[in-house]
């Protein structure tokens, strides 16, 4: 799938795809064929965090 590459953007999609579709990380990047590495990379870059609990990135 190709999803934004904006790291801001990216963040909105992700988040609300964990929020509407998907219970956790693991599952939204099996599904969708995400490199999760990679996303919690380019997240982190903006200081965004996957915080388990909360099945969300937030800022740290």
């Known amino acids: 799938m190709n999803i934004p590459k904006d790291p801001h953007i990216l963040l909105s999609f992700v988040n609300t795809k964990l929020r509407d579709e998907y219970s956790t ?32 990135f937030i800022a740290v």
Do not use: A, F, V
Not at 42 to 50: E, F, G, K, R
């Open 25 to 56: 990380l693991e599952d939204l990047c099996l599904n969708l064929e995400i490199d999760r590495n990679l996303l919690e990379t380019t997240l982190n870059s903006i200081q965004y965090t996957y915080i388990k609990e909360n099945n969300q």
